[in-house]
């Protein structure tokens, strides 16, 4: 199938240094966005729908589905990674800086609920899916805590890879169709966080 008018050619991808081009950013906006909606499975057909491109196109960027998961969960990784440090600089408190990717944090879960039975097979690949995972986000999410802490004249009672692991708890297996708010309880931790050790 012919690709969409305005994709980059192979040798423009190949040179193309920091954020993925155009057309592969709205693939992987639009499948991590299907995931959420449909699952992992959905449909091929679904995503080059949402993305605006042909189905030829997600198969020439991502020849297979653990390609394009994988691809979505670095893409999601680094969204929130990259995230952090906006927030803490835009917001008005550090606290609502941390709510704020806490919360984007939860919406990044939500995408990667799936991951290991589209991997199926794929060795290791899972293991270095979470060290990578573990070694871009804790340190984002320690920054946060420290700042939110240091301006509520708090120690924190627990580490950021703590508070990361309680927010994964919270979020595993949430029913769908039901009035679990894997958020709210979310929000209720850090708040619990935020309590801290008097300084």
Known sequence: MADTPGAPSRGERSTTVGRPPQSTQAILDAAAAVFVSSGVDAPVREIAATAGVGVGTIYRHFPTRPELVV???????????????????????????????VAMFVDFLVTKHGLAGALRGAGDGSDALHAYFVDRLVPVAAALLDAACESAGVVPSVDAYTVLRGIGNLCIGAPKGTDYRASALVQLLISGVLAGDAA
């Open 71 to 101: 691809a979505v969960y670095r893409h999601q990784v680094e969204a929130c990674a990259e995230a952090g440090p906006r927030l803490l600089a835009e917001s008005a408190t550090p606290e609502i800086a941390l709510r704020a990717w």
